[in-house]
């Protein structure tokens, strides 16, 4: 599977952006998505998730009411509108792709694809 993010971008605080990841190859494969960022001099952390079927969706506390993560099964693609963006968002934004019926979705190592990321910065 192969992930192309898109969307980022510099904004001011309290605007909104969504971010896209299409998926192509064997996107059959897939069970779950989900967004993570890196900050500079930071770790790379969880930001959402969904299940590829069903309507389960999780969300890092931090995001919580302000990011919202959907799909659209005919175009593979995850979508990841942020609103409210705060300076505290700013960061490389990955999307992940997982082949796991299981597996937790906030932990890095249940995704084997991997985005090229895709940059956004919120000032203040």
């Known amino acids: 599977v192969q992930l192309v993010e898109s969307g980022g971008g510099l904004v001011q605080a309290g605007a909104s952006l969504r971010l896209s990841c299409a998926a192509s190859?064997?996107?059959?494969?897939?069970?779950?998505m989900g967004w993570f960022r890196q900050a500079p001099g930071k770790e790379r952390e969880f930001v959402a998730a969904l299940r590829w079927s069903g309507a389960s969706t999780d969300y890092d506390d931090s995001v919580k009411g302000r990011f919202t993560i959907s799909r659209d099964n005919a175009r593979n693609t995850v979508y990841l509108q942020m609103n409210s963006l705060i300076p505290e968002d700013t960061a490389v934004y990955f999307c992940?792709?997982?082949?796991?019926?299981?597996?937790?979705?906030?932990?890095?190592?249940?995704?084997?694809?991997w985005g090229q990321g895709t940059q956004v910065t919120v000032s203040s």
């Open positions: 992940a792709a997982s082949s796991r019926v299981f597996g937790d979705m906030r932990v890095q190592s249940t995704y084997g694809n």
């Open positions: 190859g064997r996107t059959i494969s897939m069970r779950a």
